[in-house]
């Protein structure tokens, strides 16, 4: 079992910069590839980035590459996202999730019905 809580939004202006944080609990963690999804009303949620729980691969959202960074700390138990660039489209909720199995020792997945646990969300805003 793993619960995670997500931290780090706000409003901010276009071309800013944010950085979202997911606290885990559980000793497995380190188990676990990790993603970030956001939402907007009326729209499905939609991947963003994620990290293999092992050796950190990453992979990215063709809209975020280059401006996103995702990270993780094993030893603090928490995985970061690193928002540069924001537009007005990058507002949502977003999401922290965790997703356990062996396959994804190299690369996380990016369809949300693969993970199996999720945080409550963290509102991102992004002002023109």
């Known amino acids: 079992q793993v619960q995670l809580v997500e931290s780090g939004g706000g409003l901010v202006q276009a071309g800013g910069s944010l950085r979202l944080s997911c606290a885990a609990s559980g000793r497995t963690f380190s188990t676990y590839a990790v993603g970030w999804f956001r939402q907007t009303p009326g729209k499905e949620r939609e991947f963003v980035a994620g990290?293999?729980?092992?050796?950190?691969?990453?992979s990215y959202a063709d809209s975020v590459k280059g401006r996103l960074t995702i990270s993780r700390d094993n030893a603090k138990n928490t995985v970061s996202l690193q928002m540069n660039g924001l537009t007005p489209e990058d507002t949502a909720v977003y999401y922290c999730?965790?997703?356990?199995?062996?396959?994804?020792?190299?690369?996380?997945?990016?369809?949300?019905?693969?993970?199996?646990?999720w945080g409550q969300g963290t509102q991102v805003t992004v002002s023109s």
């Open positions: 990290i293999s729980w092992s050796l950190g691969y990453t």
């Open positions: 999730a965790a997703a356990t199995g062996e396959r994804y020792y190299y690369s996380p997945p990016s369809t949300r019905y693969d993970y199996d646990y």
